[in-house]
């Protein structure tokens, strides 16, 4: 009887949750994206189908199997992982790793072993759902700061710093590249506010590995080895494989790595990236390299440009430096309907709208990617143009 009733009452509220959803005209959906002209995914380099990263992962696969099998502090550790620690600071110019089994994982973990009573996480506005989240888990306080605004950082440093009873340890917490408008932090500025207020700056640089020259961009902003930056990554956008790390810098580098081995929830609990994951990360490493990384900065000006250039878009497309370039739309309907058309014509473009966009202006967000012919990607941008006056005409 008992559970007749639960069952009903879960029926009647998974009922409702969709009927909202449809309501609001936000259901997600998970459609195949294959054969389409890839403007949405994030595999900025085209590493994830390269021949040498397959064949490092086929090759880990069969020697080491297909799982890790334990979390990396039973005996889940494999050569590999320790392998792609060293070349990850080596290609950051941080001096030390910690490899996790996903991005979302090695910021919920860092935030969480950077957590408890004495801390303060100032988050930017803009900031991902799993630094969010990391900070909400972390059980220290929190705020948010306008996005990218240092005056409205530096007034909420001050406020603690003033208050009766100051948090002793503080965290701003931001993305290098964000992941729907693609503009970047001022992470030098941001550093040296930190610094003047004794607190760590926490970098998500899931958006910016591998697609600038100098590897990461706390490396290009002269930042690689600062006492008080802690950087987080992604190894499945740019290097094309599956996996999250932290990267640590500074002479306290060490005592952070072993600081986080012992107490970030998500790496002590979490079973540890597959091998052929960590190899294949490991190759993608080694051909992250010039030609393609300039690849990628050539198309994705060619994106700004293009689509600034067409009547209809100019001054739409955001100040975005990275392979993420973003459209602002007029309504999430038309967002929807301009990518649903757009996949009609076989090219995948993100949508992004409400609840999901940190400001509540749809966009549709689109990926440069290194392997992109020119041709070709100039043809995606007219027919992108051409859908987008059709819908709000
Ligand atoms: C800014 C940012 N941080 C973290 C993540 C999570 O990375 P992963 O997909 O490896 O879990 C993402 C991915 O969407 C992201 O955009």
Redo the contacts with the bound molecule.
């Keep these: 009887m008992t559970t007749l009733a639960t069952t009903a009452s879960w029926d009647a509220w998974l009922r409702t949750r969709s009927a909202v959803r449809t309501a609001r005209d936000m259901q997600r959906s998970d459609n195949s994206r294959h054969a389409l002209f890839d403007l949405a995914s994030n595999d900025y380099l085209g590493l994830s189908s390269h021949p040498r990263v397959r064949q490092a992962a086929i090759s880990a696969l069969n020697c080491l199997g297909t799982g890790a099998t334990a979390s990396r502090v039973a005996s889940g550790t494999w050569q590999i992982h320790r392998e792609l620690e060293a070349e990850l600071s080596r290609y950051t110019g941080r001096s030390q790793a910690l490899v996790f089994s996903?991005?979302?994982?090695a910021?919920l973990g860092l935030l969480g072993a950077l957590g408890g009573p004495g801390s303060l996480m100032l988050l930017d506005a803009h900031a991902?759902a799993?630094?969010i989240d990391g900070a909400r888990l972390s059980g220290a306080g929190t705020a948010r700061f306008e996005h990218n605004n240092l005056d409205d950082a530096r007034a909420k440093l001050h406020a603690n710093a003033q208050s009766p009873a100051p948090k002793p340890r503080v965290v701003v917490v931001v993305?290098s590249v964000y992941?729907v408008l693609g503009d970047a932090a001022p992470l030098q500025q941001l550093a040296e506010l930190c610094a003047q207020y004794n607190a760590l700056l926490l970098i998500?640089e899931?958006?910016s590995l591998a697609t600038v020259l100098a590897g990461s961009a706390v490396n290009a902003a002269g930042l690689a080895q600062a006492e008080n930056v802690l950087v987080?990554a992604?190894?499945?956008?740019a290097l094309g494989a599956?996996?999250?790390a932290v990267l640590f810098g500074g002479s306290r580098a060490e005592l952070w790595r072993e600081h986080l081995l012992n107490t970030a929830r998500t790496f002590i609990f979490d079973t540890a990236l597959a091998p052929a994951a960590a190899a294949a990360a490991h190759a993608a490493l080694e051909l992250a390299t010039g030609e393609r990384i300039a690849g990628l900065a050539a198309n994705a000006l060619m994106i700004r440009r293009v689509l600034n250039a067409e009547e209809n878009l100019a001054g739409r497309v955001e100040q975005a430096p990275g392979a993420v370039q973003s459209v602002r739309m007029k309504s999430p309907q038309q967002a929807l309907l301009a990518a649903a058309l757009l996949r009609e014509h076989g090219i995948a473009v993100s949508c992004f709208r409400p609840p999901s966009v940190p400001d509540g202006i749809s966009r549709l967000r689109l990926a440069a990617h290194a392997q992109q012919d020119p041709a070709e990607l100039a043809a995606a941008l007219k027919v992108v143009a051409r859908t987008i006056s059709d819908v709000e005409s």
Aim: hydrophobic share 15%; aromatic share 4%.
């Design positions: 996903s991005g979302y994982c910021n991902h799993s630094l993305e992941s998500d899931a958006h987080t992604t190894l499945s956008k599956q996996g999250g």
